[in-house]
């Protein structure tokens, strides 16, 4: 009887995964064919962003671990808000060699994921996917996918050691070798996903609008995109994305943080909400000089799918102490605090947000006679810059969070306090 379960979990694994190998495979040797027929033609912003993938995949298949970074590019819990009891204990479980190879920032995992449809844009090592496996349940589903062959071939090598380690009867987790500019080339179904998760990788990619579209299509509606990312002060100079080493640190893909706030609004999404920031130390006196007077500082947002024009007034909304490890409070963002039971005046998007996501049943919605001001005017966005709440907070990373040094189950963000 043993063997047999063990056959049959087997099966169950190769199944699951080949269900996304198969479409990718097909695809590149479709694309392979195609480029070998048009080769003397070749579109020259193409063939530049095929290269920045190669040059991020040698230097990341170069890295051992973490430590081997040269920059502080961490994305920290907030100091007042120490990591999630339930994450914690997953992260805990996790597979040491899994850890060991994480490049990401921290740990990006928002609240209330149980049973929901989870993709992880960049899995790397797959150390997040895990985490995710434990707190979507049996019933839940994760999907890593990532463009290094290498890492996504290392991290099914333990998606039986953490079904086991979970107590599941059948595994929940599969990993996809593809790119997040290219999500449905990869198998990634439109509107299929309840939550999509990113840990520092998209400032890895040459095309952020491609990638973040990709990211609405396949977000079912009311769906988040929960993200951590590296950002610029302002906009990297062309001259920086030459250099191979400023690409695979992240500082040539940055993104001016300006600009994403305009690029998600173009595509549909809700105004970004920031969760957390720090500003980033760069180790190197070399990459040092070539950054010049740019500055770096990650940044945790989250953006909402949302239905359009779902709500044009105020609302009183009021918290039922109902979100898993949120008894007390609620945080949705470094803005917004919902105490239970306690109500509170916010504008449309923020009620339409809890209103029409999956925190809709955690929330009492009472709409207001007043209309909101808010959504025919422009706004001031300086609270939305990650520099502005890194200075709030008088927040620095002061070691790398990626080395595995700093307690990710307790806040160790340098404060002012």
């Not at 502080?72 to 100091?79: F, I, N, Q, R």
């Amino acid at each position: 009887m043993a063997n047999k379960r063990e056959r049959l979990r087997n099966e169950h694994i190769r199944a699951l995964n080949a269900e996304f190998i198969d479409t990718h495979k097909g695809y590149e040797r479709e694309k392979n064919a195609e480029r070998m027929r048009s080769k003397p033609f070749l579109n020259p912003v193409l063939t530049m962003a095929g290269g920045t993938h190669e040059n991020v995949k040698k230097y990341y298949s170069s890295l051992e671990t973490g430590e081997d970074l040269q920059t502080s590019a961490a994305c920290p819990v907030p100091s007042h808000l120490p990591m999630r009891e339930s994450a914690c204990e997953a992260l805990q479980q996790v597979h040491p060699d899994v850890c060991k190879r994480f490049f990401g920032c921290g740990v990006v995992i928002p609240e209330k994921l149980k049973g929901c449809s989870v993709l992880d844009l960049g899995s790397g090592s797959g150390r997040d996917c895990y985490i995710l496996s434990k707190l979507v349940g049996e019933d839940g589903h994760v999907t890593g996918i990532d463009m290094t062959e290498e890492l996504v071939q290392a991290s099914r090598k333990y998606i039986q050691y953490h079904e086991e380690k979970f107590g599941y009867a059948r595994p929940n987790t599969v990993f996809v070798e593809g790119y997040m500019e290219k999500l449905s080339e990869a198998g990634i179904q439109s509107n299929s996903m309840d939550v999509i998760v990113s840990n520092c990788v998209i400032c890895l990619c040459p095309d952020k609008r491609a990638v973040l579209s990709e990211a609405y299509k396949v977000l079912k509606e009311g769906g988040e995109l929960y993200f951590s990312d590296m950002y610029a002060s302002k906009v990297v100079p062309d001259s920086f994305k030459e250099d191979p080493v400023l690409w695979g640190e992240g500082m040539a893909g940055a993104l001016y943080w300006h600009d994403l706030i305009c690029i998600v609004k173009e595509l549909g999404f809700s105004t970004p909400r920031l969760v957390a920031a720090s500003h980033i130390q760069v180790y190197s006196p070399e990459l040092q000089k070539k950054a010049g007077d740019i500055k770096y500082a990650s940044g945790t947002y989250r953006i909402f799918k949302l239905p359009q024009h779902s709500i044009q007034t105020k609302a009183l909304i009021t918290y039922k102490g109902t979100v898993p490890d949120c008894a007390e409070c609620f945080e949705l963002d470094a803005s917004y605090s919902f105490k239970t039971n306690v109500a509170v005046e916010v504008d449309a998007e923020i009620a339409a947000i809890l209103k029409y996501t999956r925190f809709s049943s955690d929330f009492v919605v009472q709409m207001k006679d007043e209309p909101d001001p808010g959504l025919s005017s422009a706004g001031q966005d300086y609270h939305l810059s990650p520099f502005w709440l890194a200075d709030k907070l008088h927040s620095c990373v002061k070691q790398c969070s990626k080395t595995g040094k700093l307690g990710v189950c307790g806040s160790e963000t340098a404060s002012g306090n």
